[in-house]
């Protein structure tokens, strides 16, 4: 009795099929039997754990028999004769039907006491530690590979951002600087406006002056002005509006009024233009 109490700290860590070889040792060193068969089912609906002694291609002969009867078998304990040409068996069936686990073990002896009241006692003790056992490896089991496979989605997902970083990273820092030469184009147009405020305040403009502080008077509003710098940058339509928060319609907008006040009709005349009189 004491090597059975034993058993449960014997199977920790141990993995399912270990419990259930370790189960039919301690049976066959304690009871001193001839065969033993143990199936502890699945309850997640994975393939059950069978297992025999003694080990060979097929299941003893006196346990055969009565697994064919099985489904015939009253639920517990229950003890059948068997005689065969080699002698008359006595094959023990106990019946797993634990809300989270079951099963079947049958031993046989050719003992004819056999199980005696202490040794179906021995059964019971055994059997309902080694399914509780097998259970526990079992959910340590796949919470393991819960685990396992969370941690390599995350490996996936941080090698797949990296490679999206990888990718865009030339995109955006090209952004970048059509960001920051927009910026820099409103701030040049804001400077000149200033100036031209001040200057009108001073007095009556020298067109000298307002030749240097400008390159050409441009006819353009401000917002004509930054489409017309973006555009002579190589931008499409679609980049120029994502930059400036405008829709594609009003900065097509924007450009027909461009082209007409500065007299040109296609992006390469527009972009010579911009390039002559300084805007980029």
């Given at each position: 009795?004491?090597?059975?109490?034993?058993?449960?700290?014997?199977?920790?860590?141990?993995?399912?099929?270990?419990?259930?070889?370790?189960?039919?040792?301690?049976?066959?060193?304690?009871?001193?039997?001839?065969?033993?068969?143990?199936?502890?089912?699945?309850?997640?609906?994975?393939?059950?754990?069978?297992?025999?002694?003694?080990?060979?291609?097929?299941?003893?002969?006196?346990?055969?028999?009565?697994?064919?009867?099985?489904?015939?078998?009253?639920?517990?304990?229950?003890?059948?004769?068997?005689?065969?040409?080699?002698?008359?068996?006595?094959?023990?069936?106990?019946?797993?039907?634990?809300?989270?686990?079951?099963?079947?073990?049958?031993?046989?002896?050719?003992?004819?006491?056999?199980?005696?009241?202490?040794?179906?006692?021995?059964?019971?003790?055994?059997?309902?530690?080694?399914?509780?056992?097998?259970?526990?490896?079992?959910?340590?089991?796949?919470?393991?590979?819960?685990?396992?496979?969370?941690?390599?989605?995350?490996?996936?997902?941080?090698?797949?951002?990296?490679?999206?970083?990888?990718?865009?990273?030339?995109?955006?820092?090209?952004?970048?600087?059509?960001?920051?030469?927009?910026s820099r184009l409103v701030s040049d147009v804001d400077d000149w406006n200033a100036t031209r405020l001040s200057a009108r305040a001073a007095g009556p403009p020298n067109e000298a002056e307002e030749k240097a502080a400008r390159p050409a008077?441009?006819?353009?509003?401000?917002?004509?002005?930054?489409?017309?710098?973006?555009?002579?940058?190589?931008?499409?339509?679609?980049?120029?509006?994502?930059?400036?928060?405008?829709?594609?319609?009003?900065?097509?907008?924007?450009?027909?009024?461009?082209?007409?006040?500065?007299?040109?009709?296609?992006?390469?005349?527009?972009?010579?233009?911009?390039?002559?009189?300084?805007?980029?």
């Amino acid at each position: 009795m004491g090597a059975l109490l034993a058993l449960p700290a014997l199977w920790v860590d141990h993995e399912p099929g270990e419990i259930a070889t370790g189960l039919l040792s301690v049976l066959f060193s304690v009871l001193r039997l001839d065969g033993a068969y143990a199936r502890f089912d699945d309850p997640e609906g994975g393939v059950p754990l069978v297992i025999w002694r003694p080990s060979g291609t097929a299941v003893p002969v006196e346990l055969g028999v009565v697994l064919d009867a099985e489904r015939s078998l009253a639920p517990g304990i229950t003890t059948t004769s068997v005689g065969l040409d080699a002698g008359a068996y006595r094959v023990t069936n106990v019946a797993l039907a634990l809300p989270w686990e079951t099963g079947r073990v049958l031993v046989s002896a050719r003992r004819s006491d056999f199980p005696t009241a202490m040794e179906t006692h021995l059964l019971r003790v055994a059997i309902s530690q080694a399914a509780i056992a097998i259970h526990t490896a079992r959910r340590l089991g796949r919470e393991h590979e819960a685990r396992v496979s969370a941690e390599r989605m995350l490996v996936k997902q941080n090698e797949l951002l990296r490679s999206l970083v990888d990718e865009v990273e030339p995109s955006l820092a090209s952004l970048s600087k059509h960001v920051h030469d927009a910026s820099r184009l409103v701030s040049d147009v804001d400077d000149w406006n200033a100036t031209r405020l001040s200057a009108r305040a001073a007095g009556p403009p020298n067109e000298a002056e307002e030749k240097a502080a400008r390159p050409a008077r441009l006819p353009l509003t401000r917002r004509e002005l930054e489409v017309l710098g973006l555009l002579a940058q190589g931008l499409s339509n679609k980049e120029i509006a994502g930059i400036l928060w405008l829709s594609d319609r009003t900065v097509e907008r924007h450009i027909t009024s461009l082209y007409r006040k500065i007299g040109v009709a296609r992006r390469s005349e527009a972009t010579a233009f911009a390039l002559r009189n300084g805007v980029v």
